[in-house]
């Protein structure tokens, strides 16, 4: 998984692209101190995500759970294919807001 970071007033844009699985673990807890402070909506591009196993939905989810403790609140923005099926089937629609 590749990301960016982009901060404008109380919004946090993320880009993620690549795949994002269990190899990636060793990132998240980085990505979610950066996604999950100083902002009031924290906004997640999943445009150039082609993938994404169980251990990468665990970030989504714990994201989820930091941005709740402070008040933030998390889109998930232009998911596609595999990984917006992906998604869908884990009935994360009910957790985030889909853009």
């Known amino acids: 998984m590749q990301y960016t970071t982009r901060r404008e007033g109380g919004k946090i844009e993320m880009v993620l692209s690549g795949r994002l699985t269990f190899a990636d673990a060793h990132q ?8 999950a402070t100083g902002g009031t909506v924290c906004d997640l591009d999943l445009s150039g995500l082609t993938f994404v196993d169980s251990t ?3 970030l989504f989810i714990h994201i ?6 402070s008040g933030q609140k998390v889109t998930l923005r232009n998911a596609k294919g595999a990984v917006a099926e992906t998604l869908r089937r884990a009935s994360f629609d009910t957790l985030f807001e889909f853009k």
Do not use: M
Not at 64 to 69: C, G, H, I, K, T
């Open 28 to 35: 998240f807890p980085q990505f979610i101190d950066q996604a």
């Open 56 to 58: 990468g939905l665990s």
């Open 64 to 69: 989820y759970d930091a941005a709740l403790a």
